[in-house]
Nanobody, 116 residues
Framework: QVQLVESGGGLVQAGGSLRLSCVAS????????WGWYRQPPGKQRELVAQ???????NYADSVKGRFTISRDNAKNTMWLQMNSLKAEDTAVYYC??????????WGQGTQVTVSS
């Protein structure tokens, strides 16, 4: 099992920044993809950014150049640095971990609200 706990969400004005953290515990060596997803109000959950085993990163087009995903294996922590925030970034942000089998794990989510 993998347990994920997000933190760092909050209310910020448009143009501001937030840094989300995800602390992981459990059987982490089997995880091959780490990611951040978000679910805006009334919409489906969507991929924001991910780190694939080996270090490759992927970003949604809507956040490229503004968000940065990073991970420290020694600290079992992943971050999402979010800059130049927009009202449309308002969502619940979730941490995600995926095993080779396809089994994935989710955190409880952290709310990010961007006021315009």
């Amino acid at each position: 099992q993998v347990q994920l706990v997000e933190s760092g969400g909050g209310l910020v004005q448009a143009g501001g920044s937030l840094r989300l953290s995800c602390v992981a515990s459990g059987s982490l060596s089997s995880v091959i993809v780490w990611g951040w997803y978000r679910q805006p109000p009334g919409k489906q959950r969507e991929l924001v950014a991910q780190i694939i085993s080996g270090g490759t990163t992927n970003y949604a087009d809507s956040v490229k150049g503004r968000f940065t995903i990073s991970r420290d294996n020694a600290k079992n922590t992943m971050w999402l640095q979010m800059n130049s925030l927009k009202a449309e970034d308002t969502a619940v942000y979730y941490c995600n971990a995926v095993r080779p089998s396809g089994l994935d794990f989710w955190g409880q989510g952290t709310q990010v609200t961007v006021s315009s």
